[in-house]
């Protein structure tokens, strides 16, 4: 068995091609994730239909499969958040909450970070009412066992109108409210959300301050020609862009992450949404994963 130390930080579909492939070529990855969980991202889409070889597939079923795929090859998923890596003797030093620990050669699979609703109102009520993925407003409204209520999704592009579908198949009555005069989104999802009949879309409409009163969460928001009004619905979940998770990990190592998995510092690869951001697909995190498990394990067999 291979005795070099791999860690594939981040466990979404980047990451969990990386560390089976790892597994199958005989080394013993070890796989970080924040949340203890595989899946990242990928959790929160209504339905996966642009995969190869899978029939159309809802994101909670793929993480099953995903978590399936990783029992077969006897990969866990350590819960650790990892908030340094530095270059060390050997290799590479990874410190959090955790402690540090020693690696040979690392995979960083974070993917990308919610960028934040910032209006008044909006941090006090960050994960009691105002969400920034839709799995964790479907959990409350799950708590809550409500149903057929208005829940506000912030957010013009894909993200917002695969949240909404989500919500409306959980039997919720989205909102989206949209800045612009029109949707940024294109293609199949627009369809699906015009002809939704549970979901509105309210354009020009800027959101200015949130707060809570009992069980509704009420947004206040300037709609055209200057005009305020009060939203109310169970919830908000916002969808307005992602950054890249790795620029603040890496910020030290002078890592450019448009230049490729395999970086400038030998044993260091970057897959997935941590180098593609906002426009990542699973496909394409799936083929960093395994692009980066290939290189490591060349390297680290070069090594010897
Ligand atoms: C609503 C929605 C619908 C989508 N639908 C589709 C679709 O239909 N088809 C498709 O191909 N793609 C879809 N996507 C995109 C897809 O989800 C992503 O491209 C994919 O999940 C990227 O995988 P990844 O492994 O690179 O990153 P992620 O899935 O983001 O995984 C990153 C993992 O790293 C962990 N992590 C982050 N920071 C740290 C840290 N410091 N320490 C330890 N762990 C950390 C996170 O907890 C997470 O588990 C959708 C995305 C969204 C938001």
Redesign the pocket.
């Known amino acids: 068995m291979f005795e070099k130390r791999i860690t594939v ?7 969990c091609a990386a560390a089976v492939q790892c597994a199958r070529l005989g080394m013993v990855p070890l796989l ?4 203890g969980t595989a ?4 959790a ?2 209504f339905s ?4 190869p070889g899978l029939e159309p597939i809802s994101g909670p079923e793929f993480v099953q499969k995903l978590e399936a795929h990783l029992a077969r090859f006897g990969v866990p998923v350590t819960r ?4 340094r890596i530095a270059r060390s003797a050997n290799g590479f030093r990874l410190t959090g909450e955790f402690g540090a620990l020693e690696a040979d050669a690392v995979i960083v ?4 970070v919610s960028k934040t609703l910032e209006i008044p109102g909006a941090s006090t009520l960050a994960g009691a009412g105002v969400y920034n993925e839709v799995r964790q407003q479907l959990d409350q409204l799950r708590q809550d066992r409500t149903s057929g209520r208005d829940v506000l999704v912030i957010g013009g592009g894909e ?1 917002a109108l ?2 909404s579908l989500s919500l409306a198949r959980a039997g919720a009555r989205p909102v989206i409210i949209v800045r612009g005069a029109k949707l940024r989104a294109v293609g199949r999802l627009v369809k699906l959300v015009e002809e939704h009949p549970a979901i509105q879309c309210m354009y020009d409409t800027t959101p200015l301050s949130v707060g809570r009163e009992g069980d509704e969460i009420v947004l206040t928001a300037r709609r055209r020609g200057d005009q305020r009004s009060e939203l109310r619905g169970a919830g908000v979940t916002v969808a307005i862009g992602r950054y890249r ?1 790795a620029d603040d ?1 890496l910020d030290s190592l002078d890592i450019d992450l448009n230049k490729g998995v395999s970086t400038r510092i030998p044993g260091m690869y970057i ?4 180098r593609f951001g906002g426009l ?4 394409m ?1 799936v083929g960093d994963g395994l692009f980066a498990a290939m290189a490591a394990c060349r390297y680290l067999n070069a090594e010897d």
């Open positions: 930080i981040g466990a979404g579909p980047a990451g970080l994730d924040k949340t899946g990242g991202l990928v929160n889409a996966m239909e642009n995969y650790a958040r990892v908030d699979a974070v993917g990308t993200a695969d949240y998770a990990l897959a997935g949404d941590a990542g697909q699973v496909g995190a």
